[in-house]
């Protein structure tokens, strides 16, 4: 599985757009980039995954470059209720004999 | 997606002692995971809980301390044997759908079990 990269917290106001960056040099043809949510005292939920360019859901979008080393979740106007750690994942999307690895994760805080 | 039950939601046990979790999944799943999550760190993965089979554990984990059951495509169990203090952490369990599921959905968690060993 490609080992990921991301920042270990970031801060943000409420209203932004948080942009949060993930690395993954060694990313596989096959391979999918999967973002996780995690609150406090809870497990991780899904938020977006994708392939290449662009997805977009009702709660992010998520740009991934043509070259898929990288990718970048976009949360619009965050609020404190997006306090949360990220996880970025990468792996193949059939799941059926694939584990989910997770980095770090990212710590958003979100102020008033 | 798939909804997951796991319990207990949290105990304090006496080291020595057993605890076994429960996870049950309100549809057929063909992956369920266990996980460990120390307070503040990110989740390690024990094992993959395989239906019928034994299941397959990662390095630095053993099936004598973490015994895992899969009886059918629903339920799940993870026990953790003989406790000691530095076993107290947060446990997750997660299941996986196939097929396009996987593209809305992903894995689902349980809400853990807070474990604390005394």
């Known amino acids: 599985l490609a080992k990921t990269t991301q920042p270990i917290s970031m801060d943000s106001y409420e209203g932004q757009e948080v942009n949060i960056t993930c690395s993954h040099n060694n990313i596989a043809t096959n391979d999918y980039i999967t973002w996780y949510q995690q609150f406090p005292s809870q497990g991780p939920r899904f938020i977006i995954q994708g392939y290449k360019t662009k997805v977009t859901n009702e709660v992010a979008s998520l740009f991934i470059p043509a070259d898929r080393k990288s990718s970048t979740l976009s949360l619009p106007r965050v609020s404190l209720s997006d306090t949360a750690v990220y996880y970025c994942?990468?792996?193949?999307?059939?799941?059926?004999?694939?584990?989910?690895?997770f980095g770090t994760g990212t710590r958003l805080q979100v102020f008033p | 997606s798939a909804v997951i039950s796991q319990k207990p939601s949290r105990d304090i046990c006496q080291r020595g002692t057993s605890l076994t979790i429960q996870c049950q999944v309100d549809s057929q799943v063909t992956m369920m995971f266990w996980y460990r999550q120390q307070p503040g760190q990110s989740l390690t993965l024990i094992a993959t809980?395989?239906?019928?089979?034994?299941?397959?554990?990662e390095s630095g984990f053993v099936i004598d301390k973490f015994p895992i059951s899969r009886p059918n495509l629903t339920f799940s169990t993870l026990t953790v044997s003989n406790m000691s203090p530095e076993d107290s952490s947060i446990y997750l369990c997660?299941?996986?759908?196939?097929?396009?599921?996987?593209?809305?959905?992903?894995?689902?968690f349980g809400s853990g079990t807070r474990l604390t060993v005394v």
């Open positions: 809980a395989n239906q019928g089979s034994e299941a397959t554990y």
């Open positions: 997660s299941a996986a759908e196939t097929g396009d599921n996987l593209s809305n959905y992903g894995y689902t």
């Open positions: 994942l990468v792996g193949a999307r059939s799941y059926n004999t694939d584990k989910l690895i």
